[in-house]
């Protein structure tokens, strides 16, 4: 009996690991989460780039357990889930822009650097960072939001492309 409640406790004690697992991304490995999305972005639809950020109502509750002194918190709580998704769309239409303009090959990037700040209010971190990476012997930056709260993670902002000399 002893050895069957051992065996029950270090299973439910597995599973929780798991599903843990599958909606985080600690701050230090940000980075090389998004530059595997980056990677894709070659064949990558509108639907399918919004996937890979928060979901508008994860968003909203994070958001409602926050103190009100974040300037950011106030826009995204009075944010509708249509202005939340055109914001998207409009971050996808601008990266795609920007790949033309620098002739970027998004399956060939090579992963340089992820630099990043935190900020903490709450339960919930803002993870702000830069990932560097490389194409076609060419540096590039982007900037990216990332927020964590106890139960979730993920992509709040991507943006600012750009060349790096």
Same mark, same amino acid.
């Given at each position: 009996?002893?050895k069957?409640?051992?065996?029950?406790?270090?299973?439910?004690?597995?599973? +929780?690991? @798991?599903?843990?697992?599958?909606?985080y991304?600690? =701050?230090?490995?940000?980075?090389? =989460?998004?530059f595997?999305?980056?990677? &894709?972005?070659?064949? @990558?639809?509108?639907? &399918?780039?919004?996937? =890979?950020?928060?979901?508008?109502?994860?968003?909203?509750? +994070?958001?409602?357990?926050?103190?009100? %002194?974040?300037?950011?918190?106030?826009k995204? !709580? /009075? +944010?509708?889930?249509? !202005?939340?998704?055109?914001?998207?769309?409009?971050?996808?239409?601008?990266?795609?822009?920007?790949?033309?303009? =620098?002739?970027?090959?998004?399956? /060939?990037?090579?992963?340089?650097?992820?630099?990043?700040?935190?900020?903490?209010?709450?339960?919930?971190?803002?993870?702000?960072?830069?990932?560097?990476?490389?194409?076609?012997?060419?540096?590039?930056?982007?900037y990216?939001?990332?927020?964590?709260?106890?139960?979730?993670? %993920?992509?709040? %902002?991507? %943006?600012?492309?750009q060349?790096?000399?």
């Amino acid at each position: 009996m002893k050895k069957l409640l051992i065996l029950l406790f270090c299973l439910s004690f597995l599973g +929780m690991f @798991t599903a843990c697992e599958s909606n985080y991304v600690s =701050h230090q490995n940000v980075g090389k =989460h998004v530059f595997q999305i980056l990677q &894709t972005l070659d064949t @990558t639809s509108k639907e &399918t780039f919004r996937n =890979h950020f928060l979901v508008f109502e994860q968003l909203q509750k +994070m958001v409602s357990t926050v103190n009100e %002194g974040d300037k950011l918190i106030p826009k995204i !709580a /009075e +944010m509708s889930p249509e !202005a939340y998704n055109s914001d998207i769309e409009k971050i996808y239409n601008l990266i795609k822009q920007d790949t033309e303009k =620098h002739s970027i090959r998004w399956k /060939e990037i090579e992963f340089v650097d992820y630099k990043y700040q935190t900020t903490r209010n709450r339960s919930m971190t803002l993870n702000f960072g830069t990932l560097f990476f490389k194409n076609q012997q060419q540096n590039f930056q982007i900037y990216i939001y990332w927020l964590t709260d106890l139960q979730v993670s %993920g992509l709040l %902002g991507l %943006g600012g492309l750009q060349p790096i000399q």
